[in-house]
């Protein structure tokens, strides 16, 4: 088992939707979550980060953090073909070190 | 947020040459930094954990002879591509964490042609 899964696509959704990203981890002790944005030839960019239960907005964008399913979601609303790139979930146990997911791939068609 | 500059962007060598690659975070000091590895359509690879003053912790399979990082400083480190060949060839990018919540910030990347 990965130690960051997530779907690898890839997910389409019209302009204008909701895209749902959805990210699972494995070690329970993980403390910090992260939602980077890559596009492609570039290097990601982080856009969400989140360490608590609930839900954390900003702007188009709501991460959501379920420690108990260890489960994390990025939500992006009223999707914009700028939005399609590649999205990586990560994870933290140990302080700096984060482990990423291999990614899920996102299209949005105008 | 803050800002980490890598350098180049873009180099094509020949085989058996070396290649070094600089990451600078511009408006804050780094303790760690990281260099990753990417293939195309690849999820990024973690080579190895950059310390101020210190060696580098590799992650397994990485070789520390042909990887050479260092660290010399609060806001540059290094990583140098000893006798590069073909199958070097790859997209390396850095980062380095950004304050106590550990969010990085990552290079521009460099990608690395070996002909």
């Known amino acids: ?5 997530q779907n690898s696509g890839p997910l389409s959704v019209p302009e ?3 895209a749902s990203l959805n990210c699972t981890y494995s070690d ?4 910090s979550f992260f939602w980077y944005r890559q596009y492609s030839g570039k290097s990601p960019e982080l856009i969400m980060s989140i360490y608590s239960n609930g839900d954390k907005e900003d702007g188009r964008f709501t991460a959501q953090l379920n420690k108990a399913s260890q489960y994390v979601s990025l939500l992006i609303r009223d999707s ?8 990586l979930c990560a994870v933290n146990t140990n302080a700096g070190k984060s482990t990423f997911g291999d990614g899920t791939t996102l299209t949005v068609k105008p | 947020g803050a800002v980490v500059s890598q350098h180049p962007s873009r180099v094509i060598c020949k085989s058996g040459t070396s290649v070094k ?15 990753y590895r990417q293939f195309p359509k690849k999820s990024l690879m973690l080579m190895a954990t950059s310390n101020e003053g210190s060696k580098a912790t590799y992650e397994q399979g990485v070789e520390k002879d042909k990887f050479l990082i260092n660290h010399a400083s609060l806001t540059l480190s290094t ?3 000893t006798s590069a060949h073909p199958e070097d060839s790859s997209f390396y990018i850095c980062s380095a964490a950004g304050d106590l919540n550990e969010k990085l910030f990552f290079g521009s990347g460099t990608q690395l042609s070996v002909l």
């Not at chain 1, 329970?28 to 403390?31: A, L, M, N």
């Not at chain 1, 914009?80 to 999205?87: G, H, N, V």
């Open chain 1, 1 to 5: 088992q990965k130690e960051v899964e």
């Open chain 1, 16 to 18: 204008g939707a909701i």
């Open chain 2, 21 to 35: 690659i600089e990451c600078r975070s511009l408006d804050f000091q780094a303790t760690t930094m990281f260099w």
């Open chain 2, 79 to 81: 990583l140098t591509v």
């Open chain 1, 28 to 31: 329970r002790v993980s403390q």
């Open chain 1, 80 to 87: 914009q073909p700028s939005d399609s790139a590649t999205y």
